[in-house]
């Protein structure tokens, strides 16, 4: 079942039930595309319309962050839980080690993907990190990008490119790359490897990870801002639809 915001798809699934979905796409060999959707994303994509398509065509589309799981509320239809990109990624290189299937990184700086992978070898025993590639690759040496990943065949390809581009690469070549899973994980690998830390227990579980993120980066105050924009057009929507229920009855 899926909540439509902002006329976007977002997947009514807990934690758990996406890596049920994700464990069948590995077991039956499917093309997986997961969407991890915030709120900044979701309100991008009403200027956006290429990349409101491309969430629209992916197999699955989870809920990251508190915005998006008060909109769901908002809107009747709630979600069970946040499933955020970086929780999700983790549960993925767990499975994965426990059953050696081959992953690919790409995205990011080569040291802090090399440190990612040092700390996966480390907290996963028998992970099998087939390759990765760093995020700073020219259009003319995407050729050779596929080309290695198809030669490698990974079961997980953790894209981490920023959106919207990472989702833009992930649509562009999604027939060309292996039967896979692939996920847009944004900033994780520099977590991961120890370059950027999430916020406390106590703030994820509060839906603060924002707050703590705009504390460490100031910087990000323009981003922060578009939640209010997001919450004022989610409550237009559910506006709307209550006018068009009232109008039918």
């Not at 962050?65 to 990109?85: D, E, H, K, T, Y």
């Not at 919207?164 to 992930?170: F, S, Y």
């Amino acid at each position: 079942m899926r909540v439509s915001i902002l006329k976007v798809p977002v997947d009514r699934l807990t934690l758990q039930q996406t890596m049920e979905m994700i464990c069948r796409a590995w077991r039956e060999n499917q093309f997986l595309h997961v969407v991890t959707a915030n709120a900044e994303m979701l309100y991008r994509c009403r200027q956006d319309r290429a990349l409101r398509d491309i969430i629209k065509a992916a197999e699955l589309v989870t809920a990251d962050g508190a915005g998006v799981v008060l909109a769901s509320r908002i809107l009747g239809r709630a979600v069970p839980q946040r499933v955020a990109g970086f929780d999700l990624m983790l549960a993925c290189l767990q499975e994965a080690a426990r059953t050696s299937l081959p992953l690919y990184f790409l995205g990011s700086r080569q040291s802090v993907l090399e440190q990612a992978a040092a700390k996966a070898r480390q907290n996963y025993p028998g992970i099998n990190i087939a390759g990765f590639h760093h995020g700073y690759f020219r259009k003319e040496e995407e050729k050779t990008i596929l080309e290695e990943i198809r030669r490698l065949q990974p079961a997980l390809l953790l894209v981490a490119l920023g959106v919207p581009k990472q989702e833009k690469w992930i649509a562009r070549y999604r027939k060309e790359l292996p039967p896979c899973v692939v996920i847009g994980v944004g900033g994780s690998f520099d977590v991961l490897a120890g370059k950027a830390r999430r916020a406390p227990l106590w703030m994820q579980r509060a839906g603060l990870e924002w707050f703590y993120r705009l504390l460490k980066e100031p910087s990000r105050l323009g981003r922060t801002a578009v939640l209010p924009l997001f919450l004022l057009a989610v409550l237009r929507q559910a506006a709307g639809e209550r006018g068009r229920r009232q109008t039918r009855q």
